[in-house]
Each structure stands twice: as structure tokens, then as C-alpha cells.
């Protein structure tokens, strides 16, 4: 096995292992928090972004923008075409204006892919799907579709492995935590874009922008 691939393997094993050690409170305390209980740090995911919009990657740097957290907007489409057409999984267009903090990312993506690459944009693509859980396509064709497109990207088998195999462990509560998201209110598809250095906990609130 490559030394990336056994890099991969030991520290998916050794997340496994840590969450076997949990004592059941505490694992039923993470499930109620939801999945920021088992995201990376704000400045992880800020740094990690970053990293894609400073780059220019598919030239599709600059259609994404930050509110002053580590939240994120388009400010164009982006979209996901499956290879084979007229096959069970559709593409994927993301409208301007979908705010994402993508929080329904496996921890183990932000160490094992570089952003320049254009994982951000498969990364995008998997939060909207967890956001609207349309009825065309349920949580395990969004997983599919995020393990396609990463494959499309040329992603080494041992990482899209650990990667899957994370998601399908902590998909399950950032797809909960959407869906108790929309049944309070929340929205995520702006109308319009907010000021520089606007912050979407207060933008969020303001009318009209939605």
C-alpha cells in the first residue's frame, strides 16, 4: 500500500477508535449538538477555503464570497454533470446566491484534499444537496454524487474511501440538522448580496434579502 494510502487508512482508523472510546453520554450529547461536534474549527475551514478562492481554481475563485464568519456565498452558479447522461443521478446546478458553511463535510476531506484542485467546488455542490433534501434526490444519491465528483477530480481510491466511509458515519446528523434548520425558518438562497464584511448571523435577519 502507498504511504499516502496507509496515511489515509490510520487516521480514518484512528477516528473510529477515538469515537469507540466515547462513553454513550457523550455520544448521545455529539448527536444532539449536531455535526458541528465533529467539524473542523472555523479558522480550519476558513483556511482551507481560502486556500481555493486565493488560487483562482476552474476559475470559479472569485463566484464565491465570504460574510465575515467563515460562511460562504455564490455569487454564480456552479454546477455537476455526471459523466454518463440519462442515468439515475441528474445534475447538479447550485443557484447564485446559496449560502453554505458546509458543515456536511467529513472532517477527513480538509487534511487529504487540497483545495486548488477544485474539491471546493464538489464541496459546494454536496452542501446544497444536503440543504434542499429534495425529493429527487435522497441523502445517499448526494453522497454518491459527492464521491463522483471527487472521483472526477482524480481523487486516490484510499482517500475517496475514507472520505465515503466518513460521510456515511456523520452524514446522518448534518442532514438532521438542515432539515431542523428549515423547519425553523432558515433560508439559504439570498436575493441579495450582502455588503463587504457583512455578517450573515445579522444579514440573515434583515428583510428582503431572500
Do not use: C
Not at 460562511?71 to 453554505?100: C, D, H, M, N, S
Not at 429534495?134 to 477530480?153: M, P, Q, S, V, Y
Not at 484510499?158 to 460521510?167: G, K, P, Q, R, V
Amino acid at each position: 500500500m502507498p504511504n499516502a494510502a496507509k496515511r489515509t487508512a490510520l487516521r480514518y482508523l484512528g477516528v473510529l477508535v477515538a469515537a469507540s472510546a466515547l462513553p454513550i453520554a457523550a455520544l448521545s450529547q455529539a448527536s444532539e449538538a449536531g455535526p458541528s461536534s465533529v467539524q473542523p474549527a472555523n479558522d480550519e475551514v476558513n483556511e482551507w477555503m481560502n486556500g481555493w478562492m486565493d488560487s483562482g481554481a476552474a476559475g470559479d475563485a472569485a463566484a464565491v464570497q465570504r460574510f465575515a464568519e467563515p460562511v460562504y456565498f455564490l455569487a454564480k452558479p456552479i454546477q455537476w454533470r455526471p459523466k454518463q447522461a440519462g442515468g439515475k443521478i441528474p445534475e447538479v446546478v447550485v443557484p447564485a446566491g446559496f449560502v453554505t458553511d458546509l458543515a456536511s463535510i467529513p472532517h477527513v476531506f480538509w487534511s487529504e484534499l487540497k483545495p486548488g484542485a477544485g474539491y471546493a467546488h464538489a464541496a459546494i455542490v454536496l452542501d446544497f444537496l444536503y440543504w434542499e433534501q429534495g425529493a429527487a434526490i435522497a441523502r445517499a444519491d448526494a453522497d454518491e454524487i459527492f464521491r463522483l465528483a471527487l472521483k472526477d477530480l482524480d481523487t486516490a481510491p484510499a482517500t475517496l474511501d475514507a472520505i465515503s466511509n466518513a460521510l456515511k458515519t456523520s452524514g446522518q446528523a448534518a442532514w438532521q440538522q438542515n432539515a431542523q434548520l428549515k423547519a425553523a425558518g432558515e433560508r439559504r438562497i439570498l436575493k441579495k448580496p450582502p455588503g463587504a464584511a457583512a455578517s450573515w448571523d445579522d444579514w440573515k435577519k434583515l428583510p428582503g434579502v431572500f
